[in-house]
């Protein structure tokens, strides 16, 4: 068929709203029982209302019933909702609060019911020896209000389903706990540790404690608690992992890149003999995203991910020599890899993501001196009902390394329009549209793998790009540190920068550039439009802009935000309120809405405890008291992102329509 020509922007594609809702599954975790072998994952389903299924690899059956929604929300976000032992797969329910233990079909609860939902769990390990003793974090919102929800370690009987204390302090407002993990005797646990105003990536700590058990009352008791690694606000320690007994592996950035280390009751050191300028891991914005795995039941190499360009590399390491070797092989196209689980000897399951191809569960063998891998599908979550795209109809990443301002580099990635029905524009020289992404965290990563709202848009026509501005992870601490004082300065900047670089400039129409985000990215979208100290305001420099569930009033923002990012503002910003109020005036957009002559879009669930509805309809009664243009959208039962079928369809057709009136057919 003859390819046709159509403005960009307003080209014909089969990559649907619909088609991206309808059967739309993500794989938020891969789990191994240690002793039966099974795999599980958890698949969060859109056209469930976001539930989030335990499915088995081997009966291809969900563990729990159809109304259970294995999610936590810990810290608010999640994860470590989910473990197996010996043939019992454990998970917190998001529908009750309380912990289920499902064997051979039967289910059970394990914790007491509570009505109010007042206590939350997540994060378990399961006792080696005393198999039904699980220690996990405790979330207790007896006094529901950021400053005074605790937090802890606690041990679940699942026997008497009763739940007793483990470690707690009087401080538990300020303190939060991750990863527990026994060594293999289970005479010893450790953890992760940090508090306010830290975030686990700044200055995570690691706990050793030897573990007694009491035969009397069937309990767990520790003592000799020690800090073994990371330090408070300069030196983070993350998911540890016991070797043996008597080895602790981790991952630290006290090299400024997060490398593994290890502890032993000698020493504390590198595992590697020399720093590598790569991290090891991401950000735990969620529990239990482990990027690491031993490779042998002695725990001498492991299996690890880490991050080069913006994209996952694997690496065995020797633990024992230091030395570490790439994976390299044509079958390893996956760009990102997360949740890194030992199944057996060389053998481990990964959740992975490729550029042109929907995320996966995978299972993958090394064999050989040369450690071939190979990898195997264990479920992938492309569509089983909807009709296969056209061939060739997906842009691929093109990763940028960005020369801005004061010789700093911005890593970015671009993907062009791309349709194979089209040859190009019917407009003589017109360059594409394009949609800038902001990514949340902000101490967060926009990574390459395959998005059909991406390639929503440039089956259309529009270009689009994603910054992973100054603050982005996975580049090393520094840059993260480039935003600590400058949220909503150099982000912004950043963002401006890269649609003015000689690399984009000369792709794109860049007096049409869109600039879209969500969350911390949904901030930085309306500081660009907005704050006084933004060029982008000044000039309208972006064309139409979409503000998802993002910040717009830094001191409501402090005030109602929920317990794990309570504090996360105070460095962002250089200071309390108290200490530098003209800045939190002024890096709040709601100040400055009379600034906003961008076109601006706002879609914001009504259930949202991170960033609640009132940071959105205080821009909107701005932007509307200065007759300026801005449309709206509310969604009753979605929290922080959307999660069901028919909010994901809403908001992608509201994104696309704002664009064509504000931007595309605008000219």
Known sequence: MAQKYAPYGLWESPITADAIAQDSVSLSTIFVDPVT????????????????????????????????????????????????????????????FRVYAAKD???????????????????????????????????????????????????????????????????????????PTFSPSGDKLAWQFWKHPDMPWEGGQIYVADVHYDSNTHTLSLSSAKLVAGEANNISACYPLWASNDKLIFTCDESKFA????????????????????????????????????????????????????????????????????????????????????LSDDTFVFTGWQSDAPGAAMLCTLTGPSLVPNFQVLNSTASTSAAPFPEGIISLPTPLELKVAGDRIVYAVYYAPNNPAYAGSSIPNEKPPCVLGVHGGPTG????????????????????????????????????????????????????????????????DTKRTAIRGGSAGGYTTLAAISLDSSAASKTKFFASATNSYGVSNMELFA??????????????????????????????????????????????????????????????????????????????????????????????????EWYEKSMVRAT
């Open 37 to 96: 072998k099974d795999i599980y994952h958890i698949e969060q389903r859109a056209s469930e209302g976001g539930r989030c299924v335990v499915m088995s690899n081997q009966t291809r059956k969900e563990i729990f019933g159809k109304d259970f929604n294995a999610r936590t929300r810990v810290h608010e976000y999640g994860g470590g909702a989910a473990i197996a032992h010996n043939g019992t797969v454990y998970s917190s329910n998001f529908a009750d």
């Open 105 to 179: 079909g039967k289910i059970k609860p394990i914790t007491s019911e509570d009505p109010n939902k007042i206590y939350r769990y997540a994060d378990f390990c399961v006792h080696p020896v005393h198999t039904d003793l699980l220690v996990s974090i405790l979330e207790d919102h007896t006094n529901d209000t950021p400053r005074t929800v605790r937090n802890s370690l606690c041990i679940i009987n699942s026997t008497t389903a009763t739940v007793t204390s483990l470690v707690s302090t009087e401080d538990a407002e300020r303190e939060f706990y991750a990863a």
């Open 259 to 342: 490398n593994l280390w290890e502890y032993t009751q000698t020493c504390t050191k590198p595992v590697l003999s020399s720093v590598v300028q790569q991290d090891f891991c991401m950000p735990s914005w969620t529990l239990g995203n482990y990027s690491y795995a031993f490779l042998d039941e002695n725990g001498t190499k492991a299996i690890c991910v880490a991050w080069r360009g913006g994209r996952s590399v694997l690496y065995v390491v020797g633990i024992a020599t230091g030395s570490y070797v790439e994976i390299k092989d044509e079958s390893f196209d996956f760009v990102v890899v997360s949740n890194v689980r030992r």
């Open 445 to 508: 990563l926009e990574t390459q793998n395959l998005s059909w709202l991406k390639q929503y848009f440039t089956s259309r026509g529009y270009a689009w790009l994603d910054v992973n501005y100054s603050g982005s992870s996975c580049y090393g601490r520094e840059y993260v540190e480039r935003l600590q004082g400058n949220w909503g300065i150099i982000d912004v900047s950043d963002c401006i920068d890269a649609v003015q670089s000689p690399q984009l400039s000369s792709l794109i």
């Open 559 to 656: 005030e109602d935000t929920h317990k794990f990012e309570l504090m996360y503002i105070i460095k962002l910003l250089g200071g309390t309120k108290e200490e530098i109020p003209k800045v939190w005036h002024d890096r709040s957009p709601v100040y400055f809405s009379a600034n906003i002559r961008t076109p601006l879009l706002v879609l914001q669930g009504n259930d949202d405890a991170v960033v609640p509805p009132a940071q959105s309809w205080t821009i909107i009664e701005g932007v509307l008291k200065s007759k300026g243009h801005v449309e709206a959208h509310f969604f009753d039962g979605e929290q922080h992102g959307w999660r069901t079928s028919g909010t994901i369809k809403k908001a992608i057709e509201f994104e696309r």
